[in-house]
């Protein structure tokens, strides 16, 4: 099993009636993501935050690169009765990344991009922001194309000698044109073959605030509101953007939470 399986739960109950204690999958780590079905009707918060549940009772949430060790999961069901679960939030280690032979404008935008990237960074909001009822995520992911890891995530990135902030996705080295494909089915909610800093970019959504965004891509292959499902082609890998080689840089993301995506694909991850 995973070190960073789910090890340590302390269950604290405050129900009158009697439920079974609700199973949870996944990865209760930093950058993990976590999933699980619970009774229809019930209602979820994470550290007092809401948590979507699905009229089946599935639901999914995760943890970023930084988040503090111990958070707090509450149930509240359909009689009213609640069940509060402390999670045991595992603590992980990151290296330093050094990347060189970067254009010096990617690693530091001069300021006439300003106003465009305000722009991109605005549509890649908006993509991820999308909250729907669809259930791809819970069919699992597979890595998108073939090739070497070359980049991971939450490692401290050093750009031309300089520091910036950490890597936040899983980079897949492989020669210019190599397919890439989609590691989950979902909706493209972006599509676009040229921003500044991530080349060619899609972005999908696999419901429920869980989404896939694939970046310095050579080709862009789908088109936005495209419905795509897993293992077919959006694109190719390209060395566009802020790239020093020809790779696809996959990030995952729970709402505005980055994920770790090589966490959601090892050892057969599959909700």
Do not use: C
């Amino acid at each position: 099993m995973n070190r960073f399986k789910i090890s340590l739960l302390i269950l604290v109950f405050f129900s009158q009636a009697v439920y079974s204690a609700p199973e949870l999958n996944g990865n209760i780590v930093q950058g993990g993501l976590v999933w699980g079905q619970t009774m229809a009707g019930t209602r979820i918060t994470l550290d007092g935050q809401p948590v979507p549940v699905h009229d089946q009772g599935h639901y999914v949430f995760g943890f970023s690169r930084d988040a503090v060790p111990e958070s707090v999961l509450v149930f509240t069901y359909p009689d009213g009765s609640t069940e509060s679960i402390k999670l045991a939030v595992g603590k992980r280690s990151f290296d330093i990344e050094r990347v060189d032979g970067l254009p010096p404008k990617t690693v530091t935008p001069p300021p006439e991009w300003t106003a465009r990237r305000k722009i991109e960074n605005g549509r890649v909001r908006r993509a991820r922001s999308v909250q729907t009822n669809d259930l791809y995520w819970t069919k699992g992911f597979v890595r998108p194309a073939e090739g070497r890891f070359s980049g991971f995530y939450g490692s401290q990135r050093i750009l031309n000698g300089e520091p910036r902030s950490p890597h936040y996705g899983l980079d897949i080295a492989a020669d210019i044109g190599t397919p890439i494909m989609a590691p989950a089915g979902g909706v493209v909610r972006l599509a676009a073959p040229d921003f500044l800093l991530e080349g060619g970019i899609v972005i999908i959504d696999h419901g429920f605030g869980v989404t896939s965004t694939l970046f310095h891509m050579n080709s862009v292959d789908v088109t936005e509101g495209e419905t795509v499902a897993q293992g077919d082609l959006i694109g190719t890998v390209g060395a566009k953007g802020r790239a020093s080689g020809p790779h696809v840089d996959w990030r995952v993301n729970w709402k505005s939470v980055r994920l770790d995506p090589l966490l959601v694909i090892e050892e057969g991850n599959d909700p």
